[in-house]
């Protein structure tokens, strides 16, 4: 297992430059207040693609070499990382196959097929998309981009929390929600680097608190297809993720699923931008803490933006 | 009738500025491809209290004397006037009444009140409106803050375009919404003073056509209370936004409500920012007539975004 590090994040920093937005750090007069601390929000809801995952994606296709380009990339992915390597792989005019789970948003599918993107459907199971996944690679002879699990990916991820620092300066700490961990990793690896006495701090929802109780018993323990509306994080770690989240992680902070749809909806109201319920996570847990929050400087990863506007979970509850 | 100046522009932007947002400029590749045309989006739903509004609120409330501010301020207004009035008011710490009809939205009515501002609620038309603002300004000695025929909130308004072209340079066009004419009367008093090669459009919606009439007719025509999901453009030009709009601009573009409501819609989805119905007006305007600005460096206004997440129009139509 190769442990990136913070050299692969500049020189990932360098390859991904052209092909993604340096996003907008937003305030808010009204979460700072509800929350009593003075929040950053790094917006990769205005992301490429309308996520993070971005990064991560566009880094492993343009790591490739022109001889493994030739073959395009494959990956299994609930959404955003798909759209992003679909999105990666047509900027280098490169074939990309994604394995989907058919409980996937319309809306994502949708985004994919813009992007020139393949789409095989599956269960929504981890053992199902793997399986499928390999039979596509063993076909095709694709490059297997992993959501998360790929020091290539984890590389990329973390140019985010590089330029969240460049752009505000210290902080007391960092939140950013959990899933497979691909983004939590790449924060822990800028942070514990260039900011070590910064605070690391993982959301992650009540109904998929697998990373949480991984944290607590000291080894991953996986949950499978859990129910949450935070769709982009349903999945489990794995053990690169695991070793980020194990050696650099502060705490994991719990939301229910109520707190994390009442964060979302504030953030559309009075921030008037789009965030996926996985980013409302990050917020439902700082205003669900006050006490570990109260007077410091704090920046929070907006995840994403990729919502179905036709179903918005305040109104479908 | 005094006809407020670019030197008074230049004093309101010096007088507003430790209280107002200098707003983003966004763009999006995908808006650009539909639409044919560079266009540069001025987010003025990313401005305090949620609307442009506030520019003008605020350089009257700062333009009273010791005397006058005394006194209070009143205005009747069908929402974002009412909460950047409101606003105003409680930075220099003066008291604030609002009438607003009873058909405003719940969230409007909720941020006036957040925002320390009275409430007395009228019939929806402007007689009883003026009537109900009449006795109150008798009984308190209120300066009566009207949302847009006043010189005061015009120099306010036209702080938005100057923004604008600094930052971003010469465009061939602007494109604002159109209700009362306080926005379009400011953009026309900065654009025709420092770009005044460049095209202004005011966008109106279809169901609430009086401006357009108006513009056609070469005098002004009234509608009370007409029926459209644009609720911050119900209202009619009046002496002074008439002679802007008569003297400058360009042309009037209409929009139907299903126009308005994908325009909405998408600019949500796409951009993943929260727009009002009503700044929804003037991307669904640009849509419409691809050949007046293929290949245009074009700045839209996005005037606001105050929306009551309950009543989203794609789900009520």
């Known amino acids: 297992m190769y442990i990136p590090t913070y050299d692969d994040v500049q020189a990932a920093h ?16 009204t ?4 929350s ?7 917006c990769e809801n205005l992301q490429k ?13 343009f790591s490739l070499t022109a001889e493994e380009a030739a073959h395009g990339v494959a990956t299994h992915s609930s959404g955003n990382h798909a759209l992003s390597l679909s999105r990666a792989a047509g900027c280098r005019g490169i074939p990309c196959t994604v394995i989907m789970p058919k409980t996937a948003s319309q809306a994502k599918m949708r985004a994919v097929a813009d992007y020139g ?22 076909r095709t002879g694709a490059n297997f981009v992993h959501p998360y699990n790929d020091h290539r990916v984890i590389a990329g991820q973390a140019t985010c929390s590089r330029e969240l620092l460049e752009d505000v300066g210290e902080l007391d700490a960092v939140v950013a929600p959990i899933g497979g961990g691909g983004m939590i990793s790449g924060t822990s690896l800028t942070v514990s680097t ?3 006495d910064t605070r690391i701090y993982a959301a992650e929802p009540q109904n998929a608190d697998d990373a949480y109780r991984s944290f607590k018993a000291g080894h991953i323990i996986e949950d499978d297809a ?3 509306v935070a769709d982009g994080l349903r999945v489990s770690l794995r053990e690169l993720t695991w070793h980020f989240v194990s050696s650099y992680v502060t705490d994991i902070l719990l939301a229910t699923e109520e707190d ?17 319920p996985s980013s409302a996570v990050a917020v439902a847990t700082i205003l669900n803490n006050p006490e570990l929050f109260r007077d410091q400087r704090v920046g929070v990863i907006l995840t994403g933006g990729n919502v179905d506007m036709y179903k918005l979970p305040w109104l479908t509850k």
Chains 1, 2 share one sequence.
């Open 49 to 61: 693609a309308g996520a993070f995952k971005v990064r991560g994606a566009t880094n492993a296709v």
């Open 36 to 42: 009593g601390a003075e929040l950053f929000f790094k």
């Open 226 to 228: 859990p129910d949450t």
């Open 260 to 276: 994390i749809v009442d964060a979302m909806r504030l953030v559309w109201e009075r921030m008037k931008i789009v965030i996926e």
């Open 117 to 138: 993107g393949e789409i095989i459907t599956c269960k929504p199971s981890l053992e199902d998309r793997e399986r499928t996944l390999e039979a596509l690679v063993e």
């Open 31 to 34: 979460l700072d207040r509800m």
């Open 194 to 196: 260039i900011a070590p």
């Open 14 to 29: 360098e390859r991904i430059r052209p092909w993604i937005h340096r996003t907008p750090v937003l305030t808010s007069t």
